[in-house]
């Protein structure tokens, strides 16, 4: 095998969102998981969330996922990209945001736990915007290679901010 493209700890090419990933994380080392499950999660989440940005199609995901929950994973990553469409164009309908850029989604954090050998869990919460939403998912060692099995997207509902006078009242 050649030598990698990028390291683990340091910012590949076009990924922005990769220093609030290495700033949240304190570039603490993740006891109990190993390197390469780290780094496999580590891509997957990032083409996640590229799917996410609008910079690669859904079925990009089905390269990186195992073949019996390939169509789970792929639909999954389509579904929250349209969602997070429709949240955009929401925001400006609204005009919360005037520039016709949208924000590109923004990793939060990244927590995994290996619960037995060979399969990794993990969940990171996402920052889009100023709508925070959760992804979950799960890979597992299959055929000399680590593969997405599940992956969960978790819209949070947006919620306009109380303001005290209407506290006042009662």
Not at 34 to 39: E, K, V, W, Y
């Amino acid at each position: 095998m050649g030598e990698r493209a990028w390291d683990v700890d340091s910012p590949p090419v076009g990924y922005p969102f990769w220093a609030a990933h290495l700033a949240a994380s304190g570039r603490a080392p993740l006891s109990g998981v190993s390197r390469d499950a780290t780094l496999a999660v580590k891509r997957f989440l990032y083409a996640c969330v590229e799917v996410l940005n609008g910079y690669r199609p859904s079925a990009h995901l089905r390269r990186l996922s195992r073949p019996f929950e390939a169509a789970e994973v792929v639909s999954e990553g389509l579904l929250g990209a349209q969602r997070l469409n429709a949240v955009r164009k929401a925001a400006l309908r609204a005009g919360r945001h005037p520039s016709r850029k949208p924000v590109p989604v923004a990793i939060l954090s990244l927590h995994l736990c290996e619960p037995r050998s060979g399969v990794v869990e993990a969940a990171a919460p996402l920052l889009i915007g100023e709508h925070t939403w959760a992804m979950a998912l799960r890979m597992e060692f299959y055929q000399q290679a680590w593969v997405a099995t599940a992956l969960r997207l978790i819209q949070h509902a947006y919620h306009p901010p109380r303001f005290p006078e209407a506290l006042a009242d009662h």
